[in-house]
């Protein structure tokens, strides 16, 4: 059973997603305090965490920072009642965030969003379980990464747009596509978050981010890969 992880401190809101969650036949714990929230990641094996951004003791960005530190890429999804500006939704998910939500959502938005992120991702086919390109090894089914003798820490996200690039070894990929089959739909983010992502794992798996031999730019179309 997919198990996923609640920190929220509005406990009437808690318990509202908790019994939405519960109906579509999910394991479910929560925490309404963001160090409580924090062991519960590191302890679990869980498949997703919805992550409030203000808790007490800790906020939803500490926790996700610590979490990837710790090598654990569970997927989260951030909540926030703040409207602010676009900077705010790219550092969530610079961070390591799979997608963010605004307050108030209703439950059929946020369970569409939940098997989204499950969808990008869950374990790859045993066709794609390794990938070798460069001195970089990928190994899927683990989400493990290597570029010589370095182990890299990549998001189940960075994993997710990797094979998707990979799959389509050579294709133009637009910035809508890549959102559509790794995002699980066109309205969130926005094509800024392509370019963002992009940015991290050039920096990653390139040797020269700023001359890129594997993940190109093709001018006013989009991106390919090319081992």
Not at 12 to 21: E, Q, V
Not at 164 to 177: A, I, W
Not at 179 to 186: H, K, Q, S
Request: aromatic share 8%.
């Amino acid at each position: 059973m997919t198990k996923i992880l609640i920190v929220e401190d509005d406990r009437n809101l808690c318990d509202t997603i908790r019994m939405a969650l519960e109906s579509e036949d999910y394991e479910v714990l929560s925490a309404n305090d963001g160090r409580q929230g924090f062991q519960i990641g590191i302890r679990e094996k869980l498949d997703l965490i919805i992550l409030d951004l203000i808790l007490p003791s800790m906020t939803g960005f500490e926790i996700c920072t610590k979490l990837r530190e710790k090598k654990i890429n569970t997927p989260i999804i951030f909540l926030t009642g703040e409207k602010k500006e676009e900077i705010d939704k790219v550092m969530g998910l610079e961070l390591g965030a799979d997608d963010y939500l605004l307050k108030p959502f209703g439950t059929r938005e946020l369970i569409a969003r939940i098997r989204a992120v499950l969808r990008r991702t869950m374990p790859v086919g045993r066709e794609m379980d390794e990938l070798s390109f460069g001195d970089v090894s990928i190994d899927f089914k683990r989400q493990t990464a290597s570029k010589g003798a370095k182990s890299l820490s990549l998001t189940g996200k960075e994993f997710g747009l990797l094979k998707f690039l990979v799959v389509h070894e050579g294709e133009v990929l637009s910035r809508e596509q890549i959102l559509n089959e790794v995002w699980g739909y066109d309205t969130f983010p926005t094509t800024r978050t392509v370019d963002t992502f992009i940015h991290n794992l050039r920096h990653k798996i390139e040797d020269d981010p700023s001359r890129p031999v594997h993940i190109l730019t093709v001018p006013w179309s989009g991106y390919k890969f090319k081992k």
